[in-house]
């Protein structure tokens, strides 16, 4: 079987033949890697899909290459949204700039009496392995590089709504500018996501924690009520006043 | 100059850094990859402190497991230091938000802590979540490190520390992605670089990276190594892949069955006696399974998700209905940098080292499951405190660049020589001959064999080589230099396990199958002879 996978320096897909058998992306890229071309660069780590080093996409869709099956002909791509380092491998420092923009950990820790209820709550978003796979398959990204993202806002909510957190309020004051309202929740960070986290979930869970806090969504009220047609206010209402 | 520099971002570089950085030092984490890639989110159990939430337990019980465990090796005022200060690490870990399991007890704080038992251990005294413990306290650590601004340095790989009379002044780097080699000063260092467990490629459950750079850059910088003949076997490991089940598997019930459907040890005895006991089961022919079927479907989604999903994933088997094919492999390190009972390291001053690349003479012949993620937290913190200390103390000198001119010699050197050898055929064979000769159960006739063996690799070193000559990203550079410092440190491993002409703990040698304290109840330390 063969294999496609997109070189940088050429910018062109170039074909390694593998055995017909089955095996992982991690582990044909390693072979080829060992045995043909040691200048095909990628990166990896713990083999067993929780150290989020590998992240691909095949076929244009994100994968962890240690969990993915190779099938014949498929095409191999770096994550997108990340500047390219050398053909597989990205670069994640401005991704990972988001959870500090999200100031996404527990701000002020107050003692609590959790259950398993609560452990429950958040137990897959706190699953999540940092992979960057539900940054690369998130087109608003395509029109704003600003956004906060998925992941980010993932861990954003299992921080907001951990009994132990005192100042839930600073997570939703830091969420709100790129951040919960940009999301067009079309869901295909939770497709991709190799931990089964829904992110989108998260973001419209948010979406109510920050209203609750007494924010409105920005996008809403500048549709339906800014255009000129209805700049006036002449219907008697408050576009401001909490929709 | 930086305060306290820490090599390593896994779970002990983490701790330490948020340690290290309080009272305003300066502290910088330099990674060979980013934080959350470490070996620690492996760590699937748990980790112990006697708090005594699931039946009765106490901080000495836990302290006679350890030392009990560790065969007459342990430190035991280390043991004590550790195990006692347990319980106010994870009172530590619950007040930065780590998503622990919960017992619905009604009680407040660290009180509601689920725990688990684990093997060797006289009470249920793992503290875990799901069996994604290391995952999510590394993970919490490092949201924890950008909330309190600790400053990381990404893709930077250690090349060798910079030390002047016997003092640590910081240490080379090759920038992977610039391929810049750059010195970096320091009034401290940190080692948290991990163990060398990928030695046995191919029979590890450690991710590629733990080729043990740290380790062997403290023998090249003239400090000492023990115990380095102790390298725990895990008992379950996938059979086709090496990747990890973890030992709550058996501490939640499950059973280890041979090809017959009988089962051959007690499941919870430390993993060097269940290990030795699958390996015998396979020299009679038979194969080994771990039977969790009856735990049912969905306790085994309660508990161990992420086992199920490996499985499935890849050995095509769903635990709920079907035995999963094990084999043990090797998974820790227990000796590594020698390290004294502030963990500085022995013959480098202001050098620190701690977690699995350390030494701290706490798991001694056999590590505990459950006591590696309470050492990186605990001696974490300890390691970033000490070394804060030693900063606040030092007298800031000007320090000499020759390292960095050798270092940068040597890679240009790397660059213009031909090979006729490639190194990753010698990886492959490098890892079997451990797995084969320096295994669970070792004689002297195969560990001279795996000594010669490793000569010659060793002799064919000066003929491989680099394949890809980009001068960045080059992953082939990296996986030679880490090639290259497994290939160091074997030859202390095979010595010591000749050496010690007895049986303790994960050192099992056939001839001599008993202990003998005699002679043997010491710690085997190794240096490099000195250059002429």
């Known amino acids: 079987m063969k294999i496609n996978i997109l070189r940088s320096e050429t910018n062109t897909q170039q074909s390694y033949a593998l055995p017909d058998k089955e095996t992982t992306l991690l582990n044909a890229l390693t072979h080829i890697k060992a045995t043909e071309d040691a200048t095909l660069t990628f990166t990896a780590g713990c083999r067993a899909s929780v150290c989020g080093t590998c992240a691909v996409r095949v076929n244009g869709k994100e994968q962890l290459a240690c969990a993915y099956k190779v099938q014949d002909g498929d095409v191999v791509e770096p994550l997108n949204y990340h500047p390219v380092l050398r053909d597989l491998k990205v670069n994640k420092n401005k991704a990972k700039e988001t959870l500090v923009k999200s100031t996404a950990w527990l701000q002020n820790f107050t003692e609590a009496s959790l259950t398993h209820k609560d452990e429950k709550h958040t137990e897959t978003q706190t699953d999540c392995i940092l992979c960057d796979s539900c940054y690369s398959a998130c087109p608003v990204y395509a029109v704003n590089p600003d956004f906060l993202g998925p992941f980010a806002l993932t861990r954003a909510y299992r921080y907001s709504t951990d009994k132990r957190e005192d100042n839930a309020k600073n997570i939703i004051d830091n969420i709100q500018s790129n951040g919960v309202w940009d999301c067009t929740l079309c869901g295909e960070c939770t497709m991709v996501c190799p931990k089964g986290i829904d992110p989108k979930m998260d973001i419209t869970m948010l979406r109510g924690l920050s209203v609750q806090e007494g924010y409105t969504d920005p996008t809403f009220a500048t549709q339906s009520f800014g255009t000129p047609d209805f700049s006036g206010g002449g219907f008697g209402f408050d576009p401001n006043a909490g929709f | ?532």
């Open chain 2, 1 to 532: 100059m930086i305060d306290v520099l820490i090599i390593g971002s896994g779970g002990a570089g983490l701790t330490a850094a948020l340690a290290g950085k309080e009272q305003d030092a300066s502290v910088l984490v330099v990674g060979k990859t980013y934080p959350t890639n470490s070996q620690t989110s492996m760590a699937q159990g748990g980790m112990n402190a006697a708090l005594g939430n699931v039946g009765d337990d106490h901080v000495s019980s836990h302290i006679a497991d350890t030392i009990k465990s560790a065969h007459g090796l342990c430190d035991e005022n280390m043991v004590k230091k550790m195990c006692a200060e347990a319980p106010q690490t994870i009172q530590w870990l619950e007040s930065i938000g780590v998503p622990f399991s919960r017992l619905d007890n009604a009680g407040s704080g660290v009180e509601t802590v689920a725990q688990r038992q684990m093997g060797g251990a006289s009470a249920k005294r793992a503290c875990y979540a799901q069996d994604y413990t290391g995952l999510k306290i590394l993970h919490t650590l490092y949201d924890t490190c950008l909330k309190n601004d600790i400053d990381f340095l990404d893709e930077h790989y250690l090349l060798n520390l910079v030390t002047e009379g016997g003092s640590v002044k910081g240490a080379t780097f090759l920038d992977i992605r610039t391929g810049e080699v750059k010195q970096l000063n320091a009034k401290s260092v940190i080692l948290a670089t991990g163990g060398y467990g990928s030695i046995y490629h191919g029979y590890t459950t450690n991710a590629y990276g733990s080729t043990g750079d740290g380790v062997a850059a403290v023998l090249r910088a003239g400090g000492s190594v023990s115990d380095m003949e102790f390298v725990q076997f895990h008992p379950t490991a996938l059979k086709g892949s090496s990747i990890l089940i973890s030992e709550s598997a058996r501490g939640e019930g499950g059973y280890l069955v041979n090809s017959k459907g009988e089962r051959f040890v007690d499941e919870l005895k430390p993993r060097d006696v269940v290990a030795r006991a699958i390996f015998s089961e396979f020299k009679k022919g038979q194969e080994v399974f771990l039977d969790v079927r009856h735990l049912g479907e969905k306790k085994l989604m309660e508990l161990l998700p992420q086992e199920v999903e490996l499985c499935k994933l890849h050995e095509h088997v769903d635990p709920a209905t079907q035995l999963i094919p094990v084999k043990p492999v090797a998974h820790y390190s227990m000796g590594g940098i020698d390290v004294d009972d502030m963990l500085e390291v022995n013959g480098i001053k202001g050098c620190f080292a701690v977690g699995e690349c350390s030494n701290a003479k706490v798991h001694g012949a056999n590590r505990l499951g459950g006591n590696s993620l309470l050492e990186i937290t605990t001696f974490g913190k300890y390691a970033g405190e000490n070394a804060r200390n030693h900063a606040k103390n030092s007298i800031v000198s000007e320090i000499s660049i020759h390292q960095l001119q050798q270092d940068k010699g040597y890679l240009k050197h790397l660059y213009a020589k031909d090979h006729t050898i490639n190194f990753y055929e010698k990886r492959e064979d490098l890892g079997k001959v451990f797995y084969e000769k320096v295994g669970i159960v070792r004689n002297n006739v195969h560990l001279s064999e795996a000594m010669g063996i490793l000569n010659a690799i060793g002799e064919s070193h000066q003929n491989m080589g680099l394949t890809d000559k980009s001068p960045t990203n080059n992953t082939n550079l990296i996986d030679f230099l880490e090639f290259s410092n497994a290939l160091q440190l074997a030859p202390t491993i095979i010595s010591a396990a000749l050496t010690r002409d007895e049986s303790r703990g994960a050192h099992f040698k056939t001839g001599f199958e008993s202990l003998d304290d005699e002679k043997f109840k010491m710690h085997i330390v190794s240096h490099l002879e000195k250059q002429a």
